[in-house]
């Protein structure tokens, strides 16, 4: 089966700077990949998704972008905010009718 | 984006009782549910998938006796927590899509606390 792993667990930044968080899976069958954002207390929030046949997809200042000859793909964070701390997840999925497999999570601080 | 909600956000209950926990759609029909669970600083652990009309399927090691799962209609779904114990205690989340689309839309989880 699918098996996501996501890098690092932890990351602190300086507000105005850029983070990386970066995923790779293991099933090259997969070709949806969500990175959700949870903060305390909540639940996930779906935040950008990119499918297989996209290299590279763009919503402001958030981006992801897969590799999928390497199986690996990333979500970037650019002038982050206070209000981008969160622990942020990524998923793989290779259809529809099959259940999402998710990373570990990284926690994101910006400090401000 | 499409609109999950949990009912209760919070329960408090004692062990030996039983606890029901509702997920809906709100603006559309989901056709498979999702449940997970999460303990601090963890990882969602999906505890079972629901197909509108049909059982649950359960993860492996996870007690399909004890956890509960009606999907009874296209927008909601239920999550039964029987003969809860202090073990129990943690944040059930669930989850929703429709058809074959891959997109799942969160709801806002329950705390669990089983005293």
């Known amino acids: 089966g699918e098996n996501v792993e996501q890098h690092p667990s932890t990351l602190s930044v300086q507000e105005g700077d850029s983070a990386v968080i970066k995923c790779t899976y293991s099933?090259?069958?997969?070709?949806?990949f969500p990175w959700y954002k949870q903060e305390l207390g909540k639940g996930p929030q779906l935040i950008i998704d990119?499918?297989?046949?996209?290299g590279e997809k763009k919503d402001q200042r958030i981006a992801v972008t897969l590799n999928k000859t390497a199986k690996h793909f990333s979500l970037h964070i650019t002038e982050t905010q206070p209000e981008d701390s969160a622990v942020y997840f990524c998923?793989?999925?290779?259809?529809?009718?099959?259940?999402?497999?998710f990373g570990k999570g990284t926690r994101l601080s910006v400090i401000a | 984006g499409a609109v999950v909600s949990q009912h209760p956000s919070r329960v408090i209950c004692k062990s030996g009782t039983s606890v029901k926990i509702e997920c809906r759609s709100l603006?559309?029909?989901?056709?498979?549910m999702f449940w997970y669970r999460q303990f601090p600083k963890q990882s969602l652990m999906l505890m079972a998938t629901?197909?509108?009309?049909?059982?649950?399927?359960?993860e492996q090691g996870v007690e399909k006796d004890k956890f509960l799962i009606n999907h009874a209609s296209l927008t909601l779904s239920t999550l039964t927590v029987t003969s809860a114990h202090p073990e129990d205690s943690s944040f059930y989340i669930c989850?929703?899509?429709?058809?074959?689309?891959?997109?799942?839309?969160f709801g806002p989880g329950t705390r669990l606390t089983v005293t």
């Open positions: 989850s929703a899509k429709w058809g074959g689309n891959y997109e799942q839309y």
């Open positions: 099933d090259s069958a997969s070709n949806y």
């Open positions: 990119i499918r297989s046949n996209v």
């Open positions: 998923a793989a999925i290779g259809s529809g009718n099959t259940p999402l497999v």
């Open positions: 603006d559309f029909q989901a056709t498979t």
């Open positions: 629901s197909n509108e009309g049909s059982k649950a399927t359960y």
